[in-house]
């Protein structure tokens, strides 16, 4: 597996994010992005392949009952990204293509669609 610490892929994660462009990310309404080492292993949904997961209600589903509510959590698993990947270049296009995925589901593009446009 390649090695990587959490802060170096924490840092990929922000540069993934800071990628995005600015006319997208001012449209993000109450979403934490977390990076965490493995997915769950009681989620019987989701897989130890598992690269992001993100969990909320995207924008496009969101009316007037949606306030005072947590915010949505995109999570970017460590793990399962280092152990696919076979260079840090590798992880560094990986990473992006999650993030773009999981915030892609806030703004309420599914799975579908997000293969078809290559994030899948």
Not at 55 to 83: F, H, K, M, N, S
Request: net charge negative; aromatic share 6%; proline share 7%.
């Amino acid at each position: 597996m390649l090695e990587m610490t959490r802060e170096e892929f924490e840092e990929l994660v922000a540069e993934a994010l800071d990628r995005i462009p600015p006319e997208l990310t001012r449209l993000m309404d109450n979403v934490a992005v977390f990076v965490e080492d493995e997915p769950a292993t009681d989620d019987p949904d989701h897989g130890p392949d598992l690269l992001g997961l993100y969990e909320g209600t995207p924008l496009t589903d969101r009316g007037e009952w949606y306030a005072g509510v947590l915010p949505d959590r995109i999570t970017i698993y460590r793990g399962p990204t280092l152990r696919m990947c076979e260079s840090r270049e590798d992880v560094v296009a990986e990473t992006e293509i999650t993030v773009v995925h999981e915030v892609a589901h806030h703004f309420g593009i599914d799975d579908e669609r997000l293969h078809a446009l290559g994030y899948g």
